[in-house]
C-alpha cells in the first residue's frame, strides 16, 4: 500500500508541476482532469470517502467541463473548423 | 490456491494489455493510432483485471459491483473514444501539427 | 525604443489609458518580447493594408503611405498598447528574477514549516484535541447520524454549509448577471452565435453521444439521489450528490441539445427552485436559533441510527444543498456555452 501512495504522490506532484509548465490551456485543462482524479484517489485511501466523492464530482467532471466552455467562449480553442 | 493462480494470471493479463496500451500511446505518433490503441486497450485490460477480481474475491455481493463497474467501463470508455477521434476529425489540417491549439502562453 | 518619440508626438492620450491597455495585453497573453521583436506588425492596421497591397501590386506605387499615418491616428489602442510593451520589456528579466527569489523564499518557509510538524498520526498533535473526540464520541448520540461527517457539517456547523451554498447562488448570480443575454436589448451578436451552434447541433447527429447518454444519464441522476438521500448514513451528502446529478444534466444537455432540457428547466423554475431550496435550509437554520441553537433541530426527533427517515434536519438540509448545488452546475454549464437557461 505504501508503494501504491508514493506511487500516486509522485503522480500528483508530476501533474503539478507539468500543469504549471505547459504552453497550451487545453493541455493545462487536461492535466488538471488526471490531477483531480488521482487526488481522490489519495482521499480514498486515506479514508475519507466524502471528499474522494466530491473532489471526483467536482474536480474531475464539472469544473473541466466548465473550463472546457470558457476557453471555447473566449476564442482560445484555435483550430476549428466549423468556424 | 488454484482460484489465485487463476486470478493471478487473470490480473497479469490486464496489466500486460495496459502496459501496451499506454507503450503504444508513447510509440505512434499520430492521434488516431494512439486512439485507437487506448481505446482497444481499455476495454480488454477492464475485462481482465475485474475478471480477475471476481475470481479473487470469490461469488458474492461485491462481484455484481464489479459487474456493474465493468459495464460502466463499457459504455463510457467507447463513447468518450469515439468522440475524442470525432474532434480529431473534424479539426483536421493539411498540416495535423497542431490541432486544437490554444493561443496565449 | 527608437520611435517612442514619434510615438509620443501623434499621441498624446495614450497615457491617460496606459494601466488599462497594459492590463488588457496582459489578460490577452501578449508577452513583451512579440511586440519587441516584430514591432512593424503594428505600424500596418490589418486588412486595409491587404486590400492596399494588392492595388499597389498591379500599380506598382508606393501609395498607401498617407493612409497609413493616417491610420495611425486613428488606431490609439494599438499604440498605447506597444508603448506599455516597451515599458515592460524594460523590466521583464527583473520580473523573472523577482518571481525566483519569492518563489524559493515561499517554498523555503513552507519546507521550514513541515520540518517543524509533529509526526503523522502521533497521540499528543493537535488534531486529536477534544473537539474531534467530542464530535467522534457523541456525534451519533447528538445528531443521529451514521456518518459522522454529514452530521458534523449539517449538524454542528450547518451555518457553515450554507453559507457555502450561498456562495454558489451568488456566484451563478454573477454570471448570470455576466453572461445573460439580455433579453430587452436586441443582442445580435449572441443571436447569431446560438444560432449558429443550435445549427450545428442539427446538423450534427451525434447517434454515439446519444445513445450512450440515454443509458448513462438516469443511471447517474438516480445516483446522484442515493448520494443525497443517504447522505447521513454512508458517505456522501447533497454537495457531492447535487454535484453528480449537474454532471448528469449537463450530459444531458450536452448531447441532446439544449432545446430538450430547457423543456424542463426554464429560466423560471431555476431561479424559482434554488431560491426556494436556501429559503428552506434559511426557515430550518432559523428554526434550530429560535429553539436555542444548542444544536440543528434539538427537538426534532433522532429515529433509529441507520434508517433513511433519521438524523433530524439532516435529511432535508441534505436535500436543499443537493437541489441548490445540481442546479447551480447546471445553470454555470447553460450560461458558459449558451448564454441564456
Not at chain 3, 299 to 304: H, R
Request: aromatic share 12%; with cysteine.
Amino acid at each position: 500500500m505504501i508503494i501504491l501512495e508514493f506511487a500516486l504522490i509522485t503522480f500528483l506532484i508530476v501533474c503539478a508541476i507539468a500543469f504549471t509548465f505547459s504552453k497550451r490551456l487545453l493541455t493545462s485543462v487536461i492535466i488538471f482532469m488526471a490531477y483531480s482524479l488521482i487526488m481522490s484517489i489519495i482521499w480514498l485511501i486515506m479514508e475519507s470517502p466524502d471528499l474522494a466523492i466530491t473532489e471526483a464530482a467536482v474536480g474531475a467532471g464539472v469544473t473541466s467541463v466548465l473550463l472546457f466552455l470558457a476557453l471555447k467562449k473566449v476564442n482560445a480553442l484555435k483550430g476549428k473548423k466549423d468556424e | 490456491m488454484i482460484r489465485f493462480i487463476i486470478a493471478a494470471v487473470f490480473i497479469v493479463a490486464g496489466i500486460f494489455v495496459f502496459a501496451a496500451a499506454a507503450f503504444g500511446v508513447f510509440k505512434f505518433k499520430y492521434v488516431l493510432n494512439r486512439m485507437h490503441v487506448a481505446a482497444k486497450c481499455d476495454s480488454l485490460g477492464a475485462l481482465l483485471i475485474l475478471i480477475g477480481c471476481m475470481i479473487l474475491g470469490g461469488f458474492s455481493f461485491m462481484t455484481l459491483k464489479l459487474l456493474l463497474i465493468l459495464l460502466i467501463l463499457w459504455v463510457t470508455s467507447p463513447v468518450a473514444a469515439h468522440l475524442i477521434v470525432k474532434a480529431e476529425v473534424k479539426t483536421q489540417n493539411e498540416d495535423d501539427s497542431d490541432e486544437y491549439e490554444v493561443i496565449g502562453k | 525604443m527608437s520611435n517612442s518619440n514619434y510615438n509620443k508626438d501623434k499621441i498624446p492620450s495614450t497615457h491617460s489609458k496606459a494601466p488599462w491597455n497594459a492590463f488588457v495585453g496582459w489578460v490577452n497573453g501578449d508577452t513583451p518580447e512579440d511586440k519587441f521583436e516584430k514591432p512593424e506588425l503594428y505600424q500596418a492596421p490589418k486588412q486595409s493594408h491587404d486590400a492596399h497591397n494588392e492595388e499597389s501590386a498591379v500599380q506598382q506605387t508606393p501609395m498607401p503611405q498617407a493612409e497609413n499615418e493616417q491610420e495611425y491616428n486613428t488606431d490609439h489602442t494599438e499604440q498605447g498598447h506597444f508603448l506599455l510593451k516597451e515599458k515592460f520589456t524594460k523590466f521583464y528579466k527583473v520580473y523573472i528574477v523577482i518571481a525566483v527569489i519569492i518563489g524559493c523564499f515561499v517554498v523555503g518557509i513552507l519546507a521550514y514549516a513541515v520540518c517543524c510538524l509533529p509526526p503523522y498520526g502521533y497521540a499528543e498533535n493537535p488534531v486529536n484535541n477534544e473537539v474531534s473526540e467530542k464530535y467522534l464520541e457523541d456525534g451519533l448520540e447528538d445528531t443521529g447520524a451514521t456518518n459522522a461527517v454529514a452530521g458534523m457539517i449539517l449538524d454542528y456547523r450547518a451555518f457553515d454549509t450554507f453559507g457555502e451554498s450561498t456562495v454558489l447562488f451568488v456566484a451563478v448570480i454573477a454570471v448570470t448577471m455576466l453572461m445573460k443575454r439580455s433579453m430587452n436589448k436586441k443582442d445580435e451578436e449572441g443571436e447569431r452565435l446560438v444560432a449558429h451552434e443550435t445549427e450545428i447541433d442539427k446538423k450534427d447527429q451525434n447517434l454515439i453521444l446519444k445513445y450512450g447518454a440515454m443509458i448513462l444519464v438516469p443511471f447517474i441522476i438516480l445516483f446522484g439521489v442515493y448520494v443525497i438521500l443517504n447522505g447521513h448514513i454512508s458517505p456522501g451528502g447533497g454537495f457531492s450528490g447535487g454535484a453528480i446529478i449537474g454532471g448528469g444534466l449537463m450530459l444531458y444537455a450536452m448531447a441532446f441539445g439544449h432545446e430538450k432540457i430547457s423543456k424542463i428547466i426554464t429560466y423560471r423554475s431555476f431561479t424559482v427552485i434554488t431560491s426556494c431550496a436556501l429559503l428552506t435550509y434559511a426557515g430550518c437554520k432559523a428554526y434550530s436559533f429560535y429553539t436555542g441553537a444548542n444544536h440543528l433541530g434539538g427537538d426534532i426527533p433522532k429515529g433509529i441510527a441507520g434508517a433513511i427517515l433519521s438524523g433530524g434536519f439532516i435529511l432535508p438540509l441534505n436535500i436543499c444543498v443537493g437541489i441548490t448545488v445540481a442546479f447551480t452546475m447546471y445553470g454555470f454549464y447553460s450560461l458558459f456555452s449558451k448564454g441564456d437557461i
